[in-house]
C-alpha cells in the first residue's frame, strides 16, 4: 500500500536484543533455558518455568525469533530516544505476558517491559497504554511499585478471561500506589461504551501524569470477531485513540500485540499505522465519497470496519457495568493524582 517509505516514514531493520539488556527484566536462569530448550534440550525446570506448556510450546528458532522480536521493540525504542523517530510501530511486539521467569500466554520476552525499564533509565516519564483485550499483567506488575511507569490496560473482565488478573482495585503498592490503571470491561462491550472509559479514565490520568512518552501495546483482540475473546469492538475504536494519543503531541512507541481473526488484525494495524504515519486514506477519501462506502467488517474495501449494530440488550448489561467500572477507579485512583 506504499505506507512504509516517503514522507518521513522508513522501514528500519532491528537488531536482535543483547543479552545484557534482556537481563534488565528476564532472570539468567530463564533465558538459559529458553535458550537451551530451543536447541532441543527441554528440561522439567524449563517446564516450570512455561516453557513448553500449551500456549508457550517449544518450536525451532523460538529464542532467536522472541530475542528478535524484542529487538525490534527496542530498535524503536532507541530510535526514539536519540530523536531520530516520532512513532514507532513493531507490529511483531507486544508481548506483555511474559514474566521475569515465566513464559505466559503465548508470550517468551517481554519486549514491552524491557522497552519500559530502557526509557525510564533514561529518565522518560513512560506512560504504558495496553489495549489488547488481555490484561498486561507482565508489564503492570514489573512496575507496580513504581510511579515512573505508569501503566493503563483496558480488558475483558478477568473473570472470564486469561490471565485472571487486572481488577479495578489493583491499583499498586507503596510509591507505586495509583500506577497501575486496570479497567476491567463486560462480554459484549461496544464501540461508545469503551470510548467512554477511555474518555472518563484514561485522558484525565494521561493529563495528570503529563508523560515523556508513550507505549502503546495495540492487541487486536479486542475486536469483534475474535474467537479467543468476547468484546464487539470494531477498528475505529483504534483510530480514535491514536488521535488522541496523538494530540498529546508526545512521541510514541506502539506494538503489535494478540489478534487471532488474522484477517481483522492485519486490517486493524495497517489501519493504526496509516493514522500513525498521517496517510489515511479512508479519511481522506470518505468526505468526497459522503462516508460509509469504504467502511466494511466484510472488507469489500478500505481499512475501517462498518458500525455494528448494538442490541437494547446488550446497551442495558454493558453499559451500567462500564460505568460502574469507571466510578470504582475515579474513587480508588484519580484522587491519588489530584484529580
Ligand atoms: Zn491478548
Redesign the pocket.
Known amino acids: 500500500m506504499g505506507l512504509l517509505w516517503g514522507n518521513g516514514r522508513s522501514e528500519v531493520p532491528p537488531t536482535p536484543a543483547e543479552r545484557i539488556v534482556l537481563k534488565k527484566f528476564h532472570s539468567a536462569r530463564y533465558l538459559h533455558a529458553l535458550k537451551t530448550a530451543a536447541a532441543g534440550r527441554w528440561t522439567a525446570e524449563a517446564l516450570d518455568m512455561g516453557i513448553g506448556t500449551g500456549d508457550c510450546p517449544v518450536f525451532a528458532g523460538m529464542y532467536d525469533y522472541s530475542v528478535l522480536a524484542c529487538g525490534a521493540t527496542l530498535t524503536g525504542a532507541n530510535l526514539i530516544l536519540s530523536g531520530a523517530a516520532d512513532v514507532a510501530f513493531n507490529p511483531s511486539g507486544g508481548f506483555h505476558h511474559a514474566g521475569p521467569e515465566r513464559a505466559s ?1 503465548f508470550c517468551y520476552i517481554n519486549d514491552v517491559a524491557l522497552a519500559c525499564i530502557i526509557l525510564a533509565e533514561q529518565g522518560k516519564r513512560v506512560l504504558y497504554l495496553d489495549v ?3 490484561f498486561g499483567d507482565g508489564v503492570a506488575y514489573a512496575f507496580y511499585d513504581r510511579p515512573d511507569v505508569m501503566t493503563i490496560s483496558f480488558h475483558e473482565n478477568p473473570r472470564v478471561l486469561f490471565p485472571g488478573t487486572g481488577f479495578e482495585d489493583e491499583i499498586g503498592t507503596g510509591r507505586g500506589k495509583g500506577y497501575c490503571v486496570n479497567v476491567p470491561l463486560p462480554v459484549g462491550t461496544y464501540d461508545q461504551a469503551y470510548m467512554k472509559a477511555f474518555k472518563a479514565i484514561a485522558l484525565p490520568l494521561i493529563g495528570a501524569y503529563n508523560p515523556d512518552l508513550f507505549i502503546f501495546e495495540l ?1 487486536a ?1 479486542a475486536l469483534a470477531g475474535d474467537p479467543l ?1 468476547h468484546l464487539y469492538l470494531t477498528n475505529n475504536v483504534y483510530v480514535e485513540i491514536i488521535d488522541h494519543l496523538l494530540s498529546f503531541n508526545k512521541p510514541i512507541l506502539a506494538t503489535g ?2 489478534g487471532y481473526n488474522i484477517d481483522n488484525t492485519v486490517r486493524a494495524w495497517v489501519l493504526a499505522w496509516s493514522i500513525f504515519a498521517g496517510a489515511d486514506i479512508d479519511r481522506d477519501i470518505n468526505p468526497t465519497f459522503g462516508g460509509t462506502m469504504f467502511e466494511s467488517t466484510d472488507w469489500q474495501g478500505g481499512l475501517r470496519d462498518r458500525a455494528l449494530v448494538v442490541s437494547e440488550p446488550q446497551r442495558e448489561t454493558v453499559m451500567p457495568a462500564v460505568e460502574a467500572v469507571i466510578e470504582t477507579i475515579k474513587a480508588n485512583i484519580f484522587c491519588l493524582h489530584g484529580l
Do not use: E, I, L
Request: charged share 20%.
Open positions: 500466554g489488547d483485550v488481555h492487541g483482540d475473546a500485540g494478540g
